[in-house]
């Protein structure tokens, strides 16, 4: 057999096997042996791909609709183990800040005590040197006499900071 009839032979092999879809036209190229009866086939091997493709467009649809469900249901449950690790860490952290609450109103009340043993002009001495929010607490927590004769001790410039303070703090309405 010559070389061009064995390409031919070859390619009409090759065609047929790679294209199940073009049956007649691969049929009349395998039977023939020849590259030239195949090239007078194109609009129908064409049609026939075309048949094809339109009868497996729904199998196919189908499938990459489940390809899809499937990777969003994998997305959901991972989805929704990252939402279960959060809520577990928000928890921690809740309980967390609970116990710091705890621990620091322990604090305050210690603190608030220690202020209300004190002489009212070492006290007012001490809280000047605070931050006023924290001089501003203390003295909400103190008794109204207590906070009064340590605001009398204060200067006059720093007893009204922390006037204007608790005035804030004592205000009823949201200031959003």
């Given at each position: 057999?010559?070389?061009?009839?064995?390409l031919?032979?070859?390619?009409?092999?090759f065609?047929?096997?790679?294209?199940?879809?073009?049956?007649?036209?691969?049929?009349?190229?395998?039977a023939?042996?020849?590259l030239?009866?195949?090239?007078?086939?194109?609009?129908?091997?064409?049609?026939?791909?075309?048949?094809?493709?339109?009868?497996?467009?729904?199998?196919?649809?189908?499938?990459?609709?489940?390809?899809?469900?499937?990777?969003?249901?994998?997305?959901?449950?991972e989805?929704?183990?990252?939402?279960?690790?959060?809520?577990?860490?928000?928890?921690?952290?809740?309980?967390?800040?609970?116990?710091?609450?705890?621990?620091?109103?322990?604090?305050?009340?210690?603190?608030?005590?220690?202020?209300?043993?004190?002489?009212?002009?070492?006290?007012?001495?001490?809280?000047?040197?605070?931050?006023?929010?924290?001089?501003?607490?203390?003295?909400?927590?103190?008794?109204?006499?207590?906070?009064?004769?340590?605001?009398?001790?204060?200067d006059?410039?720093?007893a009204?900071r922390?006037?204007?303070?608790?005035?804030?703090?004592?205000?009823?309405?949201?200031?959003?």
């Open positions: 057999m010559s070389a061009p009839a064995r031919a032979r070859t390619a009409a092999t065609l047929l096997g790679a294209s199940a879809a073009a049956g007649i036209g691969m049929a009349t190229l395998a023939t042996g020849t030239a009866a195949a090239q007078n086939l194109p609009g129908q091997v064409t049609d026939e791909i075309r048949e094809f493709c339109a009868n497996i467009v729904d199998a196919a649809r189908d499938r990459r609709y489940a390809v899809q469900t499937r990777e969003l249901d994998n997305l959901r449950a989805i929704d183990e990252r939402i279960a690790a959060l809520e577990t860490k928000r928890a921690e952290y809740e309980e967390w800040l609970a116990r710091r609450n705890e621990v620091i109103n322990r604090a305050e009340d210690s603190v608030v005590g220690i202020y209300s043993r004190m002489r009212p002009d070492a006290a007012a001495e001490r809280m000047s040197q605070l931050d006023e929010n924290l001089a501003a607490a203390i003295l909400l927590k103190l008794n109204s006499r207590q906070a009064g004769i340590i605001l009398n001790e204060m006059s410039r720093s009204a922390l006037t204007s303070i608790i005035a804030d703090v004592a205000k009823s309405e949201d200031p959003t």
